[in-house]
């Protein structure tokens, strides 16, 4: 089958778009939290940063060639205290683990990339993964 012109292909590239925008939004908080003194944090973050990446490349073997689209002054401006980028990073990820990639696996197996499908419930679960992790260090910020 070829992905080209599927929705699976519209959902890779979103994806693909997704991950490498949370690899820069990842070093932007990491910037913060070093300014505000949580060193813990910002290597925290650059070390999701670095797996953002390895998943952008997952959904890239899939795409072939694809030039990043990523507004980093957009990325900039949501950066706010450390505490509530944890929070709201730790929010993205859980909706990609909870909503976005099982829909978007859904779509691929329905459309024959069981592939694609597959890998989606892999990350989707990294994305838990890295939701608890933001979670539980804006927990020990405010505790």
């Avoid at 030039?67 to 505490?83: A, F, Q, Y």
């Avoid at 992790?133 to 804006?138: D, H, P, R, S, Y």
């Amino acid at each position: 089958m070829n992905i080209k012109g599927s929705q699976t292909e519209k959902n890779l590239v979103q994806s693909y778009q997704g991950e490498l925008a949370g690899d820069a939004l990842y070093k932007i908080f990491a910037e913060k939290a070093r300014e505000e003194g949580h060193e813990d944090v910002a290597l925290s973050f650059e070390k999701l940063a670095k797996e953002e990446v390895g998943h952008s490349e997952v959904f890239k073997r899939f795409l072939g060639e694809i030039e990043p689209n990523i507004d980093i002054e957009n990325l900039r401006s949501m950066c706010g205290k450390t505490v509530s980028n944890l929070r709201m990073a730790s929010a993205g990820e859980y909706q990609a683990y909870k909503e976005i990639y099982p829909e978007f696996s859904k779509i691929a197996q329905s459309e024959g990339f069981s592939e694609v499908a597959k890998v989606y419930e892999v990350l989707g679960n990294v994305e838990l993964r890295h939701s608890n992790v933001l979670k539980e260090l804006a927990d020990g910020i405010e505790n």
